[in-house]
């Protein structure tokens, strides 16, 4: 039997790739694990190896968080679910809401409906087949009359006046002969009371706003005394006359609403139109100086008194394109490259504005008599300006239109203003800007409150005023004012501001992982101090209390209906009712999908807050005193701040001694530098 012997030792050949495993390493790789003995892989093989093994890992991670979230919901304790204590049907799509006094007026897809809040029917309706209704404000008026102002598809404004249960369209207040030289409304605003209105034009090359005095009296006396008024009523008798004959309920519906609206417009109103105001301009983009001498430049300068907006400047362009050119150079390791091509500043198309009761920061002077519930300015600030430009409403009846209106005010931010709000009262206003600071202005004593910071990276989206007590009437104010600020990341925050140094800010809720967790809308509730809704995009409208924080319970809709566009919900809190009003859409199971049904039918479906358990954690609302320190006379509000200062005398006779000794040892040492020198 032949036996093969090898003529040479045994031996293992040199590696070939660089990545094998080192002779040192190779007896403990395989007393840890003798099975996984493999090959190294060649290129690309192994770049794709660890691409995979990369995309597998960090889908893995994502496994986990979702997995983690789970069980930390299910672990959670689940709120109390409330169903609605009422609901009412419209005809067509409800594209928004509006609630003043016992009413409620609907923006549908055909027109505008009114209903009665306490007894859901419906009252009378402004239609139009072509007309497609996409914002609507409203102002009561008192005596049961109430001021509408609402923008459609076509971007027209349109102002109504409900008197007697009747819609009376006073006026479409950018319209035009030609339709090319239309003008698109993109936002209106009505004041509290009714005393002015504001819309937001838009053209081509540039954007305004326009504020109107409306004639509110006026309107009450010529609605009493007019044929109008007289044709209305008749009306409404001969249509409810003919309601109670017809025997089938919904077909007397149904005729009711078809010939409503088209009786309506036959009607001559007749009523006083609207007087144009103001017409503020969007600011110029700042160019270089266009002024031959210094002399012309302070010619366009008025006398000083405030601070303006920096057009009336004598830097030309080439100054700025070498001041440029020094900066970058100068910092060009901190800046960041940029590809893209420098565009050239356009103007801002878009502004934010704020009726502003009378206050300290706006002067009327004493020949106008002021009223404390009717506003005598306005705030304007526009997308992408640091300005926050301030303009009386007492004006002369006499200045031209068409020149170029200055702000009475200009308040200079660090970073473009992103968004402001304003308390009922006027007393308070916040501005929150790009770099994530918020100031809070108390504009009773004319200074800033309070300047806090959200946590990096957090930008405001909107911003809230929280209901806070109020001071009694022969002390000063002792602010505690908050803030509900909702962020771009869908994070919200809630700022409580005491003083120039106390301030605090708490995450009520953080960034969602679930894209459908996330806040699309949030809503104080003003009777219920704390109280705040959130709705989410999967749906759900949950009620939070800021004091604790935590959920008190949810507001679900009827298993058939679903709410509504939930990423931008259709809902309004009634104030006067203390009720929730929601869209919400039915749906119909097909082959085991939910479908939605057709736009011609929307429900509204109403959450009326004393009649759950839940709402009794929330204290209530303190009665305010009957005449607050603002409204006080001169001599009685000089009073009350002399005793406050001489309460305060105490304690600022303390801090004098430590101040002086302060200043004794910087002088001291300010003394040794220069002798040293």
Known sequence: MPVY???????????????????????????????QIFDSLPQPFRMINKLVTLVFEQAWEIIEKREALREAQIRKVKPTLYLPTAEFQVMGRANCLAASGQYVFVGLSTGIAVFSTPSC??????????????????????????????????????????????????????????????????????SQGGDYAGILLKGNTEAWLEIYRLPKESWLKETDHSPAAAAVSSFRERRFS??????????????????????????????????????????????????????????????????????????????????????????????????????KEEKPSHAAFHFLLPSRILQIGP???????????????????????LYLLTRPSKEKMDAELKPDIV??????????????????????????????????????????????????????????????RDQLPRPKVQLLVLC????????????????????????????????????????????????????????TDTAMPQTVCRFIT?????????????????????????????????????????????????????SYQSMKVFPAVPEPPPDSLQHLPWDKRCDIFLCDRLQHLPGLSQQVPKCWSQLRKHAAALQRESRKK
Request: with cysteine.
């Open 5 to 35: 012997i090898r003529k040479h030792p045994l031996e293992i050949p040199p590696p070939s790739e660089k990545d094998w495993i080192k002779k040192d390493e190779e007896e403990n790789f395989f007393l840890q694990d003798p099975d």
């Open 242 to 343: 003919q309601a109670s004959m017809k025997s089938l309920d919904l077909l007397g519906e149904g005729s009711a609403e078809t010939e409503s609206p088209l009786s309506a417009n036959r009607v001559e109103t007749k009523l006083s139109l609207p007087v144009l105001l103001l017409k503020v301009r969007s600011p110029k983009p700042l160019t270089g100086s266009t002024f031959k001498s210094p002399l012309e430049a302070l010619m366009k300068i008025d006398d000083g008194s405030v601070i303006g907006l920096g057009q009336n400047h004598l830097i030309k362009d080439y100054q700025w394109e070498q001041q440029d050119a020094i900066f970058h150079s100068t910092f060009e390791k901190h800046l960041e490259r940029e590809s893209e091509p420098d565009s």
């Open 488 to 543: 771009t990341d869908g994070s919200l925050h809630l700022v409580t501001v005491s003083g120039p140094r106390e301030s605090r800010t708490v995450l009520l809720a953080d960034r969602s992982e679930d894209p459908d967790q996330t806040i699309s809308a949030v809503a104080p509730i003003p009777a219920f101090p704390g109280a705040v809704l959130v709705f989410s995009w999967d749906g759900t409208v949950c009620l």
């Open 558 to 610: 009827p298993p058939s209906h679903t709410v509504a566009s939930p990423w931008q919900p259709v809902f309004t809190v009634d104030t006067t009712n203390q009720c929730l009003l929601l869209r919400g859409d039915e749906q119909q199971q097909q082959a085991g999908l939910p479908t939605q049904t057709k736009d011609n039918q929307s429900s509204i479906f109403l959450f009326y807050f004393d």
């Open 121 to 190: 029917k419906r009252i009378c309706a402004w239609e139009s087949t072509k007309l497609e209704i996409c914002a609507i404000r409203a102002s009561n008026l008192g005596n049961e009359t109430h001021l509408l102002i609402t923008v459609d598809d076509m971007g027209l404004a349109r102002l109504f006046y409900f008197y007697r249960d009747s819609l009376l369209l006073i006026r479409v207040l950018n319209e035009v002969e030609e339709i090319s030289k239309r003008n698109t409304c993109v936002e209106a605003e009505l």
């Open 367 to 389: 020949e106008i008599k002021a009223q404390p519930d009717v506003p005598t300015g306005i705030s304007v600030h526009w997308n992408g300006s640091h300005n926050l430009c």
């Open 411 to 472: 308040w200079p931010c660090a970073a473009p203003i992103t968004c402001s709000a304003v308390t009922s009262c006027s007393s308070y206003m916040a501005l929150a800007c790009e770099d994530g600071m918020i100031t809070v202005w108390d504009r009773c004593l004319g200074f800033p409150l309070a300047v806090t910071a959200l946590p990096e990276g957090c930008l405001s989206r909107t911003i809230h005023f929280l209901q806070t007590s109020a001071a009694p």
